[in-house]
Each structure stands twice: as structure tokens, then as C-alpha cells.
T-cell receptor
């Protein structure tokens, strides 16, 4: 079974600093996908970034980038120039495909707080 | 706004009762997924439907059931409710059954069982 581990329950960062949220995964499938979602206090899940296991380059989306180290099975999210609005829970997830159907397996999340 | 809608936004009910949560996927999406987010279990996949048919099942209790209708909206039915069923229930949708890589989440339904 696939597993996602987020070892940082909470992080506190000063505004405008860069922040790295850790995620390690465990899978025996050669083909997989890794996702990061943001969940603000309002509760909705917001898709941030995706990395496929065969992608040659690290994914980037605006201020978000994914530091993908396949050999180490890590997929850390990097947020550059953090903003107060980045304060939220962040979840790392892996796509698991079962008989052609996909589900997402989530880590426990990291609560990020940006201080002014 | 992801384009996925869920109703109701909040639901408060008593133990032993039955409730129905509703989800409308994004226009054009054929797959619907249900997830449960609770404090002790985190975010867990419950069940997936694709074009009206069940495609994958996760940690869904026998007291829970779901279906997807011809117009592609989906309903999650929770019966004989227990205090531990209190959680945020998310619906997500994607274009395909397994190879579309992005799931779009709805705003969630917060269920409180008293």
C-alpha cells in the first residue's frame, strides 16, 4: 500500500521568506503522481501543484515549486516569498490507481503560519 | 471556485439518523470521488463513481452508500449515524476514470452528529 508522510505538524515563517514543506512517500508502483493541496481555514481543498513520476523537470506553478527527489522518495513543496494568505493546512497526496480507477492517499498535513 | 458544488454546506443531526449529501461535478467531468476528513483519521478516500458506475472503494463503512445519477450528480447517504461520523465530507471530480491526473474538490459538507 502506498503511504505519504508529512513530518512537520506545524511551521511558523516570517512573511516574505521562502518555506519548504516536507513530504516523503512510499510506493512500489513505477508510475505515480504526487499532489499538493492547500486547505485554508474556510475548509475547501485547493489544488496547488502536480508532479508525475516520469516528469523530467520539477513542477512549478507561480510561487509554488516541487522539489522532487525520486531516489529519496521525497516531494517537498517550496513556497517562495511567503504571504499572509499562505497561512493554511497543506496536504501532500499520492495518486493510487486500482484497476484503472484512481484515488488520492493523503498525508496528515502541515499547518503553516505566516507571521507579519 | 473549482466548479464542484456540494450541498448542504453544514448539517447537524442526531445519532441514529440518516442524511444525504449531494455533489455536482464540474461540467464535463464524469468521475466523482467522495472523501471524509476527520480529526482522528485525516483525509480518507471513500468511494469513486465513473459515469454512473462504481469504480473504486476505499474505507467506506457499510452504513454509508453512494450513487451517481444519469445527470452525473452524486449522493452520499449516511445512515445510523454515530458521533464518530462527524467530519468534513468532500466531493471531488475529474474528467476520466483513472488517468486524468487532477481532482477538483468541492467546498465540502460539514456534518455534526450530536
Amino acid at each position: 500500500a502506498q503511504k505519504i508522510t508529512q513530518t512537520q505538524p506545524g511551521m511558523f515563517v516570517q512573511e516574505k521568506e521562502a518555506v519548504t514543506l516536507d513530504c516523503t512517500y512510499d510506493t512500489s508502483d513505477p508510475s505515480y503522481g504526487l499532489f499538493w493541496y492547500k486547505q485554508p481555514s474556510s475548509g475547501e481543498m485547493i489544488f496547488l501543484i502536480y508532479q508525475g513520476s516520469y516528469d523530467q523537470q520539477n513542477a512549478t506553478e507561480g510561487r509554488y515549486s516541487l522539489n522532487f527527489q525520486k531516489a529519496r522518495k521525497s516531494a517537498n513543496l517550496v513556497i517562495s516569498a511567503s504571504q499572509l494568505g499562505d497561512s493554511a493546512m497543506y496536504f501532500c497526496a499520492m495518486r493510487e490507481v486500482i484497476q484503472g480507477a484512481q484515488k488520492l492517499v493523503f498525508g496528515q498535513g502541515t499547518r503553516l503560519t505566516i507571521n507579519p | 471556485d473549482s466548479g464542484v458544488t456540494q450541498t448542504p454546506k453544514h448539517l447537524i443531526t442526531a445519532t441514529g439518523q440518516r442524511v444525504t449529501l449531494r455533489c455536482s461535478p464540474r461540467s464535463g467531468d464524469l468521475s466523482v470521488y467522495w472523501y471524509q476528513q476527520s480529526l482522528d483519521q485525516g483525509l480518507q478516500f471513500l468511494i469513486q463513481y465513473y459515469n454512473g458506475e462504481e469504480r473504486a472503494k476505499g474505507n467506506i463503512l457499510e452504513r454509508f452508500s453512494a450513487q451517481q445519477f444519469p445527470d452525473l450528480h452524486s449522493e452520499l447517504n449516511l445512515s445510523s449515524l454515530e458521533l464518530g461520523d462527524s467530519a468534513l465530507y468532500f466531493c471531488a471530480s475529474s474528467e476520466g476514470p483513472g488517468y486524468s491526473y487532477e481532482q477538483y474538490f468541492g467546498p465540502g459538507t460539514r456534518l455534526t452528529v450530536t
